[in-house]
């Protein structure tokens, strides 16, 4: 016999009129997956709105989903903003790959569980404070639960069960084998079920479910940052590139120039050590001879 967990009533989406008045960044006030109700960027007239578009479908799901990540809401909105602004300097790579949106996830979550962050004396207290947060009734799941599985199967079981991809896909935007894939899955899982008993009692098909519904109550549970607009992102992008191009000319002029002394002081230097006078009482030493043979014979 197996045991039901209650689930929370999914949030409703946001009306249009209430999506009118938000910023581009907005996007909806729960859900892990992008806002399937605003516009598509395929239907945008040229680059700039083909982002913005994307932008707003896709900026705060992905902020819910990097905190959950990493359990901590100052790195998750960094994760985000860095992976808008690669989009916007790769744009004609990533508006025409087959998926815009799972390139600009990979950029985050790349960049979320980056190995640095976990020197991040925040994200240890975060940890911290989360521990045995919603364990009395074993139907919620603590932030911990997550922190503690590796950052691989972190990420799996978000795409899989929190974001509903396949397990194909999951396994192409994870970079790993099928198989490995759904190891990594099952592991993750079993990790769960050490915070939340009652899941080893769900039926199979419930418990993706469940888990899902489970992740999006954490994301809930924590008040997250605001995002910059989507043209503040672009603006931004743009500065860095003009930035690091500034930079590059910049240091390849000053190669050129410390080029430029060093051959204009090598035959300098080479004649001053040529003409320089011989110490009082020094005997000459024949060109021909570097032991001054010739010399010696002649005395």
């Given at each position: 016999?197996?045991?039901?967990?209650?689930?929370?009533?999914?949030?409703?989406?946001?009306?249009?009129?209430?999506?009118?008045?938000?910023?581009?960044?907005?996007?909806?006030?729960?859900?892990?997956?992008?806002?399937?109700?605003?516009?598509?960027?395929?239907?945008?007239?040229?680059?700039?709105?083909?982002?913005?578009?994307?932008?707003?479908?896709?900026?705060?799901?992905?902020?819910?989903?990097?905190?959950?990540?990493?359990?901590?809401?100052?790195?998750?909105?960094?994760?985000?903003?860095h992976a808008?602004?690669?989009?916007?300097?790769?744009?004609?790579?990533?508006?025409?790959?087959?998926?815009?949106?799972?390139?600009?996830?990979?950029?985050?979550?790349?960049?979320?569980?980056?190995?640095?962050?976990?020197?991040?004396?925040?994200?240890?207290?975060?940890?911290?404070?989360?521990?045995?947060?919603?364990?009395?009734?074993?139907?919620?799941?603590?932030?911990?639960?997550?922190?503690?599985?590796?950052?691989?199967?972190?990420?799996?079981?978000?795409?899989?069960?929190?974001?509903?991809?396949?397990?194909?896909?999951?396994?192409?935007?994870?970079?790993?084998?099928?198989?490995?894939?759904?190891?990594?899955?099952?592991?993750a899982r079993?990790?769960?079920?050490?915070?939340?008993?009652?899941?080893?009692?769900?039926?199979?098909?419930?418990?993706?479910?469940?888990?899902?519904?489970?992740?999006?109550?954490?994301?809930?549970?924590?008040?997250?940052?605001?995002?910059?607009?989507?043209?503040?992102?672009?603006?931004?992008s743009e500065?860095?590139?003009?930035?690091?191009?500034?930079?590059?000319?910049?240091?390849?002029?000053?190669?050129?120039?410390?080029?430029?002394?060093?051959?204009?002081?090598?035959?300098?230097?080479?004649?001053?050590?040529?003409?320089?006078?011989?110490?009082?009482?020094?005997?000459?030493?024949?060109?021909?001879?570097?032991?001054?043979?010739?010399?010696?014979?002649?005395?």
């Amino acid at each position: 016999m197996t045991e039901t967990l209650s689930i929370p009533a999914p949030a409703e989406d946001a009306t249009p009129e209430a999506s009118e008045r938000e910023e581009p960044a907005a996007g909806p006030s729960s859900g892990l997956t992008e806002a399937a109700d605003l516009p598509s960027p395929a239907a945008a007239d040229g680059p700039a709105e083909a982002f913005d578009l994307l932008y707003a479908r896709l900026a705060r799901p992905l902020l819910r989903q990097t905190y959950l990540l990493t359990g901590d809401p100052a790195p998750a909105g960094q994760a985000v903003r860095h992976a808008f602004r690669q989009a916007w300097e790769r744009w004609p790579e990533v508006a025409v790959d087959r998926n815009p949106a799972g390139w600009v996830r990979t950029a985050a979550y790349d960049h979320a569980l980056s190995p640095w962050h976990r020197l991040d004396p925040r994200r240890r207290a975060a940890r911290r404070d989360g521990a045995g947060n919603g364990t009395e009734s074993g139907r919620r799941l603590p932030p911990e639960a997550l922190l503690d599985l590796p950052p691989s199967y972190r990420r799996t079981l978000l795409l899989h069960d929190g974001l509903g991809l396949g397990l194909s896909e999951t396994a192409a935007e994870s970079e790993a084998s099928t198989a490995a894939t759904a190891a990594r899955l099952m592991h993750a899982r079993e990790a769960l079920a050490e915070y939340v008993p009652g899941l080893r009692r769900v039926a199979p098909d419930r418990r993706r479910e469940i888990i899902r519904s489970m992740l999006e109550e954490l994301a809930d549970a924590c008040s997250l940052p605001g995002l910059p607009s989507a043209r503040t992102a672009r603006d931004g992008s743009e500065r860095t590139v003009r930035l690091r191009t500034g930079a590059s000319f910049g240091a390849a002029a000053l190669v050129a120039a410390a080029a430029l002394l060093a051959s204009l002081a090598g035959p300098q230097a080479h004649d001053s050590a040529r003409q320089a006078p011989r110490e009082a009482g020094a005997p000459a030493v024949s060109g021909s001879s570097p032991d001054g043979q010739e010399n010696r014979a002649a005395g």
